[in-house]
């Protein structure tokens, strides 16, 4: 499978920019469903499914995986999760944990990022506090309005090369992560 498909509807636009893989990524789930996964395919410790009685979750698990832990098919190119975490790394200079040493890493990497979120966390987190304050405000809305456009042009301005098919490949892929927790059949009935 590509990264982009011609027939998946893509992603909506809010979610195609890799940030937002990186923060579904730094959750767990990945890891999650990678365990549960490998207990249905080696152990069935954790995951038992009959296929009389489970055949569409199974059939739909399989459609799952094969998208979100694909194989690499080329030798030119990393498989995809390698290109997925050296993405993090150059954008945003943020790594999974537990998967730092797992990618080629470049030298260099977006410093700015690192830095123009804090800042935009530190304003938020000022307008926080500022709340109930009715004297002397600390936040700058003007301020943190800035940084968050700021920030907008410095993803929209990063997205050359394989970023953009990788953020709407990822969104799609974490997606179909998210739907498995909502899914009765899996999460209540046969885990």
């Known amino acids: 499978m590509t990264p982009s498909s011609c027939c998946d509807p893509p992603p909506p636009l809010e979610k195609r920019h890799l940030i937002y893989a ?18 249905y395919f080696l152990t069935d410790d954790i995951l038992k499914l009959n296929r009389a009685e489970d055949l569409v979750l199974i059939e739909h698990l399989k459609e799952v995986i094969e998208i979100v832990y694909p194989r690499p098919v080329s030798k030119i190119t990393p498989d995809l999760e390698e ?3 050296n993405a993090y790394w150059r954008l945003f200079g943020y790594t999974i944990k ?3 040493n797992s990618f080629p890493k470049v030298p260099a990497y977006n410093k700015e990022f690192n830095k123009l979120f804090e800042g935009i966390m530190y304003e938020i ?3 926080i506090l ?8 600390l936040s700058n809305p003007n301020a943190l309005a800035e940084l968050l456009d700021n920030l907008q042009k410095l993803l929209r301005n990063r997205t050359y090369n ?3 098919d990788l953020g709407s490949y990822w969104a799609a892929a974490f997606n179909s992560l998210r739907e498995l927790l909502d899914n009765d059949a899996l999460m209540k009935h046969r885990s």
């Not at 990524?25 to 996964?37: A, C, D, K, N, Q």
């Not at 500022?130 to 405000?137: A, L």
């Open 83 to 85: 290109l997925r975490y």
């Open 130 to 137: 500022d709340k109930g304050i009715t004297i002397e405000k």
């Open 162 to 164: 394989e970023i953009e």
């Open 22 to 39: 990186y923060f579904i990524e730094s959750t767990g789930i990945v890891e999650f469903f990678r365990t549960l996964f490998r207990s």
């Open 98 to 100: 537990g998967k730092e």
């Open 125 to 127: 987190f000022q307008g």
